[in-house]
Every structure is written in structure tokens, then in C-alpha cells.
């Protein structure tokens, strides 16, 4: 390179370039060396050497600069090294030295084909539009490219996607159902309607019904349709869905993991996680799940409630007509009811036909016994799994609460749902017991409309093993959670006497204060005057108040001595509260709560106590009669006597008969309420019929009460008021308990036994 002089330099003037700053590394540690400036081969050096020479020669070549600007300034940004290449650094390292070489002869070798493969438009010895075409090694070199992208794409996203750990609410929660006591449906509880099944409970024609409507190669397939993802995406990208192709995996996917939403990464994501699942679960493990969360229409999940809905019965008892038309309801529930529209019910002929002929074709259903299947099987025009209303609602409430405490299920176990309780609720008793109140009630309403606003009629049949065979708990429990058969807020009256007289045939009486206990019987006699005084061994039993504390008959009416089972007959109520007195009252405590009464809604210790000061459910009234029914013996009331979840039997804590008085004492008593019954109704039952009962009343009027037993059942009626907007504070009933010749809890009763009179 030359460089041409100035015709004003002269021959003596030194020329200095300033060039780029080179940095080489030094040894560790030290700084690189630095050269500020770089001489011209040839050029004289300053004679003195000086540094101040070669600043002022440098000045004067950037004459532009301003004077007195420090060196420092000039250098603050210097320009940086070009930075190695990558190959040199790579073959910098001694580890990948190696593989850089293997490499790039590998490079070496490709090169050629590499430019082969390179497009080049346009194309040389192409004429036209062919000029533009790519080679058929251009094309099949971007083909397998394109492949072998995709695959890597695919295992990625494969190895990246988990199958979710929680399933969707709709696919886990279960309704809860109901049964009379005789196995037929009361009633279900839930937000969904679904059971699951075990698939072996399910029959084979069901299962292949399904899958020749649906999936028939199911049991070959990878969990997959590759045919179906690519009809399913074109779809998407023409027309917006993404409708057909999906394998019984798929579906069951979508069903379980994710939502309905159609587009393409959600159906991406299903493939997925259904490749995943195919390899994780057997095909019997997926097609169960398919069946038990799979929607069928009629607010129903799974073919055991869609059995239900549709034909009344469970999956267990279905042919392959009727298996085939639920499988069209997999197409599309609201397109395919039958009983929804004409055109859905051509439809679901159309499909039922050819899911039938479907069968024959992959083998599943011969020749001759598709031809038995020629009527179409009409469904049941309403769903008869009903939910709850009005008084099955107080069922359910009973249920459930024992069902709960009986099994040790928690409550969010519970409402989980997938339980199936069995009763012991009598569907006639209940029928008829839920009749004759409520006719009762709307006579009241009729009658006397202002007062009978606030009247409530609790009633319950208990059988002397302890089943609870029918309650009423109001008129709606929709209207009125508050049920009235298992309230405890009015006293019983006098029809707590036979709990009275049976302490006192048990334990016998003391009437002197050191004196022993001497045994009563029914002929004991006693003081049947009305207003007469209670009495202790030291005297007169007297009040806070200061006052002697008396016994009082209904109407004020006097009987002289009479013996305690003519007292029980007549509803004499004073010498059974001289009884309590005798006996003591916390012996007639013992054998009420022993009888089945509830200690918390036992009276003070107090004589009314014999009087029926405790407040007892009807419920329980019933449950401490079916006592003397059962020679002596007593079972505490429950309404469930089965629970299982699924077909899996849980274990109930059944309660077991427990003594509550000697069996003479309960035939004594019984024998007694049968002599009240027949006298206050000669003509109430036939005479061969086994009936005992008794009336209650109470001293302010604000409960009337009938409890007796017909053939081992006991039945509670009790009719009281309550202003439940004011208080819990009961009222009188101001006749609307009727009379004693025609008493309001006696015709309720004897009417739901079907008794007349």
C-alpha cells in the first residue's frame, strides 16, 4: 500500500496514524497490552523521543479538535476485538475437538448434495412455469422433513402432556337414590343424575351396542383415530367444529378430563392424554368409565341412570333392542329422544336399526336373533327417577341423616353422591297416613281458617322391631323444613301414663320413707278423685310457690278408689300421678328413656312429670309403645336398613332389641291400652282385631295426642299449634283437636291404620 505525501509535508516531517487498540491476552492475571498508537514503516521517530512530540504531531493531523481536550476524553470508547468465530472457539476446546472434525467432514461429504437440494429460480434448463417447479428431490426432501418434524413435534408433546389428577365434578359426583321398603324408587338427591356400574354388571349386548354405534374396532385401536383427528381439524378450519372421529377413548377423555369446547387445541389436547391413557388403563377399565360418565339426556350421566329414565329398569335387565337405542342417545340426546319430537323419533328408529345391523356385521349379534328385534322399543315418556317434593322430602331428610350416622360416611362423602339407601318406609302406610292428615288439615283450614293457620299435625308408625313404616312432617318441605313428626317442643300429657304405670309394675312402690318396696299390679287400688293431693312419705308435696300440689281428671269427674288398670281405661289420670310419686320419679324416668324416649326431652323430677310434662317426637311416642308390643323388649327407630355404593354393601351399625321391662310388665300394660281402646271405641276395630291405644291430653289445651297399636305397629298422632313466624311457644287449640267422642288425633290414627270408626 502506498500512501502519496501532501505537497505541503516535507521531507523531515514525521507522519503518525492512529490506529485500532489491540488487546492480547497476557498471562493470567495480567492486563492486556495496550498500544495507543501504530508508526508507518519507513516514517522517522521523534527525535526526542518525548511523549509530547507525538501528541502535537497527532494534533496536527485532527486539526479539527479542539485544544486543550485531555487524552482521556478522546480513548472513553475505544472500539472492542472482532469476537472469535464459533468454530474456533469449539476447536479451542480439546473435549470438542474431536466432534468438530467428525463434523465437518461430515459437512464435506453433504455439501454437494446439499447444493443439489438448494433451489435455484429459476430452475436452469426449465423453460415456462417449469422453471419454478422444485425438484422431486427438492419435494421429497421437504416431505421427509416435514415428517420427521412433525414426529419430533409429536413425541414432545407427548412426553409433555400429563394426564389431569382431578376429573371433572360432572364425571366423579353421583345422585344419591332412595328405595321403598319394597326395593321400588322414592326418590334421588344431587346435581347430576348418575350411578356408577362395575362392567362386569353390565351385559355384553349393552357393551357392544355401544361400541358398534360408536367405536367398533375399540379393542385394536391405540386410543386414537388418526382418520378422525384429520377429518376433525379440516372440519374445524372449514366450518368452525370440530364434530366426528373420536375413538370411545376420546370421548371418554373429553367426558372426564376436559370440556365441550370445539377447537383444535383442545381436541390436540385430547388425543394427548387419550394416547396416555390407553397405555395406562385396560380397555375394560376405559370402556366402564365411558359407560358410567357418558351422557344419555333426561339430565341423566351413565347407562344405569339412562336405564332408569328410559325404561324404568336397571342396566342389568336390558336386551340388545333397547341397549341399541340408548347407544343413539350418544349421538346426541336432544336429537334423538323420541318423545321430544316426530323427526327425533324417525331418527332414533333410523339409528336403532343400524346399530342393530351393526352388531350382525362385526359378529356381536347373530342373524336370527337381530330378527326378534323388529318394534322399535318405545321409551317411557317421563323420567321415573323424580326428585324429591312436598312429603318425601321429610323421607329423604330421615334417611339420609341415619344412612350418615349409622354408616360413618361424611358428609362430603355423602355428597359425592353414588349411594343407594333402602328405607323402611311402607309405601301404602305412607300413602294412606299422608291422606287422611292432610284431609284433616284442610277440613281445620275450612272450618275455622284464622286459627287453623297455625296448626301442625306430626304422625309416625313404628313396628316393634324398630322400622320406621311412615312419618308425616308437614305439608311441603319445600314450604316447611320443620318436621313435625320429629318434633320435640309439646308436652305428651296423659298419654305418657302407660310409661308411668309400667315403672310402677316394675320396680314397685315405697310409701314410707325407710319401709320397703312392695309390688304393684292392675288391681292395685288407688284414688281416682279429681283435685286430689299428691303426697310424699313425709306429707304433702308442696310447690315453690307454697302451694299443695293436686292431681286433676279430664272434666273434672271423681272415681272413688280404682285400681290402676281401670284407671288406664277410663283416662283416670290422678292416681297414676300418686303412682309416679310411689314409685319414684326418677325410676319413671329411667323406664321412659328405657322405653325409647329421648333423655333430653324427659320433664323435671317434678309430679307433673307423670302427667307427660316431657316432650317426646312422635317418633319416639310410637317407638316407647312398639316397647309393649314387643314383650318388653326395645329397638331404637330407624329408617334405613341397607346402604350400598355402587353395588358395594356398606356396613350399618343396625341397632340390636335391648330390655326395657319384664315381659309381664309389658303384657300388663298392653293388656290395659287394649281395655282403654275398647272402651272408648267399642266399635273401632273388629273384635278379633289385636288394638290398644290411648288419648293424650295436655292442662293448658295446646296438644292433643292418640298413640296405640294395630298387629305390632305402633302409630303417634299428635295435632298442636305453633305460630312459627311469633315464637316455638305452643298455643291452645281452641277446638280444633275436636272432642273427646270424636277426637282429631283418634280419626287420624284410625285412619291411617285402616281401621273404621
Do not use: C
Not at 323419533?345 to 336403532?352: G, H, Y
Not at 315403672?503 to 286430689?532: F, I, K, M
Amino acid at each position: 500500500m502506498q500512501l502519496k505525501a501532501l505537497g505541503s509535508f516535507k521531507a523531515e516531517e514525521t507522519v503518525q496514524l492512529r490506529m485500532p487498540v489491540q488487546r492480547t491476552a497476557g498471562p493470567e492475571g495480567e492486563k492486556p497490552e495496550e498500544s495507543g498508537t501504530s508508526q508507518i514503516p519507513g516514517a522517522a521517530e521523534p527525535a526526542d523521543g518525548s511523549a509530547s512530540a507525538e501528541a502535537a504531531s497527532a494534533e496536527r493531523i485532527r486539526g479539527g479538535e479542539k485544544a486543550g481536550r485531555s487524552p482521556r476524553s478522546r480513548n472513553r470508547n475505544p472500539r472492542k476485538a472482532p469476537r472469535p468465530s464459533l468454530r474456533s472457539r469449539l476447536a479451542a476446546d480439546p473435549r470438542l475437538a474431536p466432534l468438530l472434525g467428525v463434523l465437518t467432514a461430515s459437512a464435506a461429504r453433504l455439501a454437494p448434495h446439499a447444493r443439489r437440494m438448494k433451489p435455484e429460480y429459476p430452475r436452469p434448463g426449465r423453460t415456462d412455469w417449469r422453471r419454478w417447479l422444485p425438484s422431486w428431490r427438492q419435494w421429497l426432501g421437504g416431505t421427509l422433513a416435514g415428517i420427521g418434524l412433525s414426529g419430533f413435534f409429536l413425541v414432545v408433546a407427548y412426553a409433555a402432556t400429563d394426564i389431569p389428577d382431578d376429573l371433572n365434578s360432572h364425571a366423579t359426583q353421583q345422585d344419591n337414590v332412595y328405595f321403598w321398603a319394597d326395593g321400588t324408587p322414592m326418590a334421588r338427591t344431587g346435581w347430576v343424575q348418575r350411578q356408577e356400574m362395575p362392567l362386569r354388571d353390565i351385559p355384553e349386548d349393552v357393551r357392544w351396542a355401544v361400541l358398534a354405534a360408536e367405536n367398533e374396532n375399540f379393542y385394536n385401536d391405540p386410543g386414537i383415530s388418526v382418520m378422525g383427528l384429520s377429518r376433525a381439524v379440516l372440519r374445524t378450519f372449514g366450518q368452525g367444529d370440530t364434530q366426528g372421529g373420536s375413538t370411545i377413548t376420546q370421548q371418554y377423555v373429553k367426558n372426564a378430563y376436559l370440556n365441550q369446547d370445539q377447537t383444535v387445541r383442545r381436541k390436540f389436547t385430547e388425543a394427548m392424554i387419550a394416547l396416555k391413557l390407553d397405555n395406562r388403563m385396560s380397555k375394560e377399565e376405559i370402556l366402564e368409565s365411558y359407560l358410567n360418565t357418558s351422557w344419555f339426556g333426561r339430565g341423566t350421566y351413565g347407562i344405569q341412570r339412562a336405564a332408569q329414565a328410559y325404561y324404568g329398569k336397571d342396566v342389568s335387565e336390558l336386551d340388545a333392542g333397547e341397549a341399541a337405542f340408548l347407544a343413539s342417545l350418544l349421538k346426541g340426546a336432544g336429537l334423538y329422544d323420541p318423545t321430544l319430537s316426530s323427526a327425533n323419533r324417525d331418527r332414533a328408529v333410523e339409528r336403532w336399526t343400524w346399530t342393530l345391523d351393526r352388531m350382525v356385521d362385526i359378529g356381536k349379534l347373530s342373524p336370527a336373533e337381530r330378527a326378534t328385534y323388529k318394534k322399535f322399543p318405545e321409551p317411557l315418556k317421563s323420567n321415573p327417577l323424580y326428585s324429591t317434593g312436598e312429603q318425601s322430602d321429610y323421607l329423604v331428610e330421615l334417611a339420609s341423616q341415619y344412612a350418615k350416622k349409622s354408616g360413618k360416611i361424611t358428609e362430603k362423602q355423602f355428597d359425592l353422591g353414588g349411594y343407594q339407601i333402602y328405607t323402611t318406609f311402607d309405601k301404602k302406610r305412607e300413602n294412606r297416613l299422608t291422606d287422611v292428615v292432610t284431609k284433616a288439615r284442610k277440613k281445620a283450614l275450612k272450618d275455622d281458617p284464622k286459627t287453623a293457620k297455625a296448626v301442625h299435625y306430626g304422625a309416625a308408625s313404628v313396628a316393634a322391631d324398630g322400622r320406621i313404616l311412615a312419618v308425616y312432617g308437614g305439608p311441603d318441605h319445600r314450604k316447611q323444613g320443620y318436621n313435625e313428626s320429629n318434633a320435640t317442643t309439646v308436652p305428651a300429657g296423659t298419654a305418657f301414663t302407660p310409661f308411668v304405670y309400667a315403672a310402677g309394675l316394675q320396680h314397685g312402690v315405697r310409701t314410707t320413707r325407710d319401709g320397703e318396696r312392695t309390688p304393684v299390679t292392675g288391681e292395685s287400688l288407688y284414688n281416682g278423685d279429681h283435685d286430689v293431693p299428691v303426697t310424699t312419705p313425709e306429707g304433702p308435696y308442696w310447690d315453690r310457690s307454697g302451694r299443695k300440689v293436686a292431681a286433676g281428671n279430664d272434666g273434672e269427674k271423681s272415681y272413688g278408689q280404682i285400681s290402676l288398670r281401670r284407671a288406664m281405661a277410663l283416662s283416670v289420670n290422678t292416681p297414676f300421678m300418686q303412682l309416679g310419686m310411689d314409685t319414684g320419679l326418677d325410676k319413671v324416668r329411667a323406664t321412659a328413656v328405657a322405653s325409647g324416649l329421648l333423655p333430653s326431652s324427659i320433664g323435671a323430677r317434678v309430679p307433673a312429670l307423670s302427667m307427660g310434662s316431657s316432650t317426646p317426637s312422635a317418633i319416639r311416642m310410637a317407638g316407647g309403645y312398639s316397647t309393649f308390643a314387643a314383650a318388653g323388649e326395645h329397638t331404637e327407630p330407624y329408617s334405613v336398613h341397607r346402604v350400598t355404593r355402587n353395588g358395594a354393601k356398606i356396613p350399618l351399625d343396625l341397632p340390636e332389641p335391648r330390655r326395657a321391662v319384664r315381659a309381664e310388665v309389658a303384657e300388663e300394660v298392653g293388656s290395659a291400652l287394649t281395655e282403654s281402646f275398647r272402651t272408648a271405641h267399642p266399635d273401632g276395630a273388629p273384635p278379633t282385631a289385636k288394638v290398644a291405644g290411648k288419648p293424650g291430653t295436655t292442662e293448658k289445651d295446646t296438644a292433643a295426642w292418640y298413640v296405640g297399636t294395630h298387629e305390632s305397629v305402633s302409630t303417634a298422632v299428635v295435632v298442636y299449634r305453633i305460630d312459627l313466624t311469633e315464637s316455638l311457644e305452643p298455643l291452645p287449640l281452641e277446638g280444633l283437636a275436636g272432642t273427646a267422642d270424636d277426637s282429631v288425633p283418634y280419626g287420624i290414627w284410625s285412619g291411617a291404620l285402616g281401621l273404621s270408626g
